[in-house]
């Protein structure tokens, strides 16, 4: 028997918080029992559980998230993202279309938006 991953557990200084703003980048519902104040809260479809640190984020995310919009452009996903409250931390778009954008959450965590589907086809 092997094990399989249940939860991707993110440390936060505010988890509802933090999880609603992944719910709506995601468009996933948060489980109908969070509530603000709770000391966690997640994102079943998603398997993402946010949990109560007290000390908040130093240095480099060790994992990240890669994003790739679903029904958009990458460029339209990231300005929907900055929209939502992340912040940019690097552009690595190259003239060709190809490349990502990494982005921070609201608490800090580090991700990457890269091309739509449709744009690594064109």
């Keep these: 028997m092997t094990s399989v991953i249940k939860h991707v557990t993110i440390d936060s200084l505010d988890p509802y918080r ?3 703003f992944w719910s709506e980048v995601l468009g996933q519902p ?4 969070d509530f603000p104040g709770d000391p966690q809260a ?9 949990v109560t640190v007290p000390e908040e984020k130093a240095g480099k995310n060790r994992i990240h998230f890669d994003l ?10 990231v300005e929907r993202l900055v929209g ?9 778009r190259r003239p060709d279309g190809t490349g990502w954008v990494v982005l921070a959450d609201i608490e800090g965590n ?3 938006v ?5 744009e690594r086809g064109a």
């Design 18 to 20: 933090l999880a609603s």
């Design 30 to 33: 948060l489980h109908e029992e």
């Design 42 to 50: 997640l994102i079943e479809a998603a398997g993402l559980l946010f």
């Design 68 to 77: 790739q919009p679903q029904g958009r452009t990458r460029d339209e996903e």
């Design 84 to 92: 939502l409250g992340a912040t940019r931390v690097a552009d690595q």
């Design 110 to 112: 580090e991700f990457c």
């Design 114 to 118: 890269e091309r739509s589907q449709a």
